[in-house]
């Protein structure tokens, strides 16, 4: 765990130093800022890392990819990699391989990764809203399935063989009516279209409502992680309080402590 801290630190530097040279801004997120505040750096248990960009910036970052370091890492995404199903982009450290259990026959590059999630706008209505989020459902449901398939039995496995079918390609098409739509100049919520949309109480206004305010992707401050700087929303508190509870300065049971995935095999 601590080898791959260190290079995924290498990553988020290169992240970070591309970032700043073409002004696009990005934010430590989930997990990733929680261990800022909380350890000054990793979450001990903690596997991976976690950045996120509005719609905007992380186009710009796809454009400017090719200026990270390719002995570090390289950007992957579907646009990059056609064997890769996500959603969302991954830096991947060069010459590594990385295989989540469930994953072994996906076709995609494996390797320590960091995740970079797009937040796309969500849209003002609560009709939109929800029709947004079955869309976005059913979306991350047909990329998944070629994982299921193998891993599910009786309906279930049935269900996603026939979602599989479907060609992830079609799929990421189809969600361009959201991510073709998202500007950073909007007033509008944001959500990783392609994580799990689930409603919680706004910070400010206290309505309960899909997404985060924008207001933590565009307003932004340093802060230390492990032996960087790196950025995060201004307004941490807030933020954290919103994802993980009033009490996100206390450390789970050591029972809960553990990797988001268990991991089938790796070279580092």
């Given at each position: 765990m601590h080898k791959m801290h260190l290079m995924q630190l290498e990553m988020l530097s290169e992240l970070d130093r591309v970032c700043r040279q073409n002004n696009i801004n990005y934010t430590i997120c989930n997990g990733t800022l929680l261990g800022a505040v909380r350890h000054g750096g990793y979450i001990p248990w903690d596997d991976d890392a976690d950045t996120m960009m509005l719609r905007e910036d992380y186009e710009r970052?796809?454009?400017?990819?090719?200026?990270?370091?390719?002995?570090?890492?390289?950007?992957?995404?579907?646009?990059?990699?056609?064997g890769y199903r996500w959603g969302y982009g991954k830096l991947r450290r060069t010459g590594t391989s990385y295989v989540r259990a469930g994953q072994e026959h996906l076709k995609g590059k494996t390797g320590v990764f960091i995740d970079i999630f797009p937040a796309d706008d969500i849209p003002n209505s609560k009709t939109g809203a929800e029709f947004q989020r079955f869309f976005a459902y059913v979306a991350r449901k047909i990329l998944y399935s070629e994982v299921a398939k193998?891993?599910?039995?009786?309906?279930?496995?049935?269900?996603?063989?026939?979602?599989?079918?479907v060609s992830p390609q079609n799929v990421f098409k189809m969600m361009e009516i959201y991510t073709n739509k998202s500007r950073n100049s909007s007033n509008n919520r944001v959500t990783a279209l392609f994580m799990p949309i689930s409603k919680h109480v706004d910070?400010?206004?206290?309505?309960?409502?899909?997404?985060?305010?924008?207001?933590?992707?565009?307003?932004l401050d340093n802060y230390q992680f492990e032996n960087l700087n790196l950025i995060g929303p201004k307004d941490y508190d807030k933020c954290l309080r919103w994802q993980y509870g009033d009490d996100?300065?206390?450390?789970?049971?050591?029972?809960?402590?553990?990797?988001?995935?268990?991991?089938s095999s790796y070279s580092l």
């Amino acid at each position: 765990m601590h080898k791959m801290h260190l290079m995924q630190l290498e990553m988020l530097s290169e992240l970070d130093r591309v970032c700043r040279q073409n002004n696009i801004n990005y934010t430590i997120c989930n997990g990733t800022l929680l261990g800022a505040v909380r350890h000054g750096g990793y979450i001990p248990w903690d596997d991976d890392a976690d950045t996120m960009m509005l719609r905007e910036d992380y186009e710009r970052f796809k454009e400017c990819s090719n200026q990270l370091d390719p002995s570090i890492c390289f950007f992957q995404d579907n646009s990059t990699d056609p064997g890769y199903r996500w959603g969302y982009g991954k830096l991947r450290r060069t010459g590594t391989s990385y295989v989540r259990a469930g994953q072994e026959h996906l076709k995609g590059k494996t390797g320590v990764f960091i995740d970079i999630f797009p937040a796309d706008d969500i849209p003002n209505s609560k009709t939109g809203a929800e029709f947004q989020r079955f869309f976005a459902y059913v979306a991350r449901k047909i990329l998944y399935s070629e994982v299921a398939k193998k891993n599910t039995t009786g309906i279930k496995k049935y269900w996603f063989q026939l979602l599989s079918c479907v060609s992830p390609q079609n799929v990421f098409k189809m969600m361009e009516i959201y991510t073709n739509k998202s500007r950073n100049s909007s007033n509008n919520r944001v959500t990783a279209l392609f994580m799990p949309i689930s409603k919680h109480v706004d910070p400010y206004s206290g309505e309960l409502l899909y997404g985060r305010p924008k207001k933590w992707l565009l307003e932004l401050d340093n802060y230390q992680f492990e032996n960087l700087n790196l950025i995060g929303p201004k307004d941490y508190d807030k933020c954290l309080r919103w994802q993980y509870g009033d009490d996100y300065m206390t450390p789970p049971p050591e029972d809960k402590r553990g990797q988001h995935a268990p991991v089938s095999s790796y070279s580092l």
